[in-house]
């Protein structure tokens, strides 16, 4: 099996999901007592969460560069950035190292166009939701995304930085999202992606009103694909 990073912390929860997830399928696909060859470095996400300024991006890219260049130099032949907001500087880090650096929007998409979801509705932090860095990439794939309702961004902001990367999971929580993709059903989705690693501790993605996308699970599989040498 070939090594892979994981470049973690982002939160400490969503870490431990990327960890299980991937133990999990590398378990099932391979025999009871395998485990994934693994490298985690996890960050201090104090310093690195709701950036908003062009400096604070480059503080926070260059601090993802470093630990994806540590992550290569203990050997990963792959990377993972185990937080969907941080893809946004993906490419400055595609360029600092050279080990594929596997793309969470890039996996979410393909699997949306294997299974021939056209309109989708994308669920995540602020700038995921707002900014073009993760939805071009599943757009790129062929896949409609419906505008961002913007009276339900700054709740769903709120709702993952106070309580899920806390570790909290509410039913206050569980009742707001399950309106929501509700609404988003009536709106035409075919699918919601989560694109925070966090919201599958209050969205339930086997059982839903539409098709659930979750973003770190998919990501996951994409990243035992690559440690099976499948990918």
Known sequence: ??????????????TRTYYEHINRLVQGRTSTLSSAPLLIESLDFAPL?????????????????????????????????????????????????????????????????ANGTKTAALIGSRNVMLETFYRKRLVAHGVTLLPPVMDNVDEIDRIIYEELMQGRATRSAERTFKTLITNMSQAGAQGVVLGCTELDMVIDVDANVLPIYDGTRIHAEAAVDWILGEG
């Open 49 to 113: 969460a709701r950036l908003s300024t062009a400096e604070e991006w480059a503080r926070a890219t260059g601090v993802l560069i470093d630990s994806a260049r540590r992550l290569e130099q203990a050997g990963a032949t792959a990377i993972l950035i185990g937080a969907n907001s941080m893809h946004r500087a993906y490419d400055d880090i595609v360029a600092a190292v050279s080990v594929p650096v596997i793309h969470i929007a890039d996996a979410v998409g393909a699997r949306m166009e």
């Open 1 to 14: 099996m070939r090594k892979i990073g994981l470049i973690g912390g982002m939160s400490w929860v969503s």
